[in-house]
């Protein structure tokens, strides 16, 4: 069964350092998104791309992070400079489309900043 | 703007118990979706309602939304010890937001 792929699994960084997150989406999944969840909270959407574009960041932190899906298929999320408030997991999902879809979670990405 | 409230936080049931989580919107939804969550996993759909009304069974759990697609329930009957984890519903008004969760606990 296909599935969402994100590396790395967990990631350690000091405070002030960049880091960053890859997500490969199920093939031929047109809809790509980045949620970060809070340990005893839901997912809350980062960013939301439409193949290559950008549909909705409005909760994106833009002054610090920032994402890419350049040919509209695997996804960078980066953090620069990293706070302590970043500590999370952070899951990419995939769905076929913008519609009444299910998505499909990765992993996540447990990030700890020190 | 929209919100989605989970209740309750957390839920501590005998094995055998029935377990019921309930999701509520600020706004009308065209849709819900559910998900569970395993305690260092990942959040796995497990159904969607769309329409006013809505009933839908998988096995011991059964899911319902409103008739005014504004709140919806999850209930397991026979709680078991693989039912352990959180339950997440996310409504879609504009987008999809998730509820905060309902962390399930079994004991045997």
């Known amino acids: 069964e296909a599935e969402v792929a994100q590396s790395p699994r967990y990631k350690i960084t000091e405070k002030s350092q960049a880091v960053a997150f890859w997500c490969d989406p199920i093939s031929g999944h047109a809809t790509l998104y980045w949620y970060r969840q809070i340990l005893g909270q839901g997912p809350e959407l980062l960013v939301q791309f439409q193949d290559e574009s950008v549909v909705d960041d409005s909760q994106l932190p833009k002054d610090r992070f920032s994402a890419e899906r350049l040919k509209g298929v695997d996804s960078t999320l980066k953090i620069q400079p990293a706070e302590l408030g970043d500590s999370a997991m952070y899951l990419c999902?995939?769905?076929?489309?913008?519609?009444?879809?299910?998505?499909?979670f990765g992993p996540g990405t447990r990030l700890t900043v020190t | 703007g929209q919100q989605v409230m989970q209740i309750p936080q957390y839920q501590h049931v005998q094995e055998g118990e029935d377990f019921t989580t309930y999701c509520n919107s600020s706004t009308t939804l065209s849709n819900i979706q559910w998900y569970k969550q395993r305690p260092g996993g990942h959040p796995v759909f497990l159904i969607q309602l769309v329409k006013s009304g809505e009933v839908k069974k998988q096995k011991r759990l059964t899911f319902q939304f409103g008739e005014a697609k504004k709140n919806s329930s999850l209930h397991i009957t026979a709680t078991q010890t693989t039912d352990v984890g959180t339950y997440f519903c996310?409504?879609?008004?504009?987008?999809?937001?998730f509820g905060q969760g309902t962390e399930l606990s079994v004991k045997p």
């Open positions: 999902a995939s769905s076929p489309g913008t519609g009444p879809y299910e998505q499909y």
């Open positions: 996310a409504g879609k008004g504009g987008k999809l937001i």
